[in-house]
């Protein structure tokens, strides 16, 4: 049985099951790509809730493997070499997974590079950004009486929609036929940008089809909508 002893988030969330790959994650925009990509991928893995709302990430188990305090974070007792693997930031975690089954990226060197440009695209752009104008439309910025800095995050939010809707014209997937990890590390966010965050009006998203029916077959594959609620709130 694998040991994670010499990983101290693991003496605040016990594993069960230490062979399997271990989850520290939410059901937030970025802790969802991690659990979809491994429900698409069929992998085992164990959840475990860091509850963000009662600041979990910030305890010093959670900081031992991810400083930086954010969710998701995975363990893999079988990483590299055979040796557990600790890892954090959600588009590595997508890249790792993707690259340790052989799925989910293109295996034409090209268009692997292709595909993790989108990858970097949402992590530099569609995440923060859409959080910033989920904060300025929906939580504690509504407050603020200048309404300049919600609508510089609108219009960047419309205009990185635009760019998403110009690269599915004509395309099932981000990258063609083949749905891959730079799908799932939008989809979640695309989604919550209509629903939690109740911005579809504002940023006019009715006005981009393609991306709306890229969003209508992503949420209903099966592993998604599996992975959409992994792990529960607790």
Sequence with gaps: MTD???????????????DRIQLYSYPTPNGVKVSIALEELGLAYE??????????SWTPEFLSLNPNGKIPAIIDPKGPGGKPLGLFESGAILLYLAE????LIPTDEALRYET?????????????????L??????????????RPLERYRDESRRLIGVLDGRLSGRK??????????DISMLGWVRNLIGFYE???LVGFDDFA????????????PAVQKGLEIPARN
């Design 134 to 147: 989920g904060f300025f439309h929906k939580f504690a910025g509504r407050a603020i009486e200048d309404k």
């Design 100 to 103: 340790k089954t052989g799925r």
């Design 173 to 182: 997937w981000v990258m063609g036929n083949d749905y891959t990890i730079a």
């Design 47 to 56: 959840a475990h809730a860091v509850n963000i709302g009662k600041d979990e």
């Design 199 to 201: 911005a579809r009006e």
């Design 4 to 18: 994670l002893s010499g990983f101290p988030i693991a003496a605040r969330w016990p594993a069960q099951h230490p």
């Design 116 to 132: 993790i440009q989108w990858v970097f695209f949402q992590m530099a752009g569609i995440g923060p950004i859409f959080g910033q």
């Design 210 to 221: 393609n991306v709306a029916a890229w969003l209508e077959r992503g949420l209903a594959r």
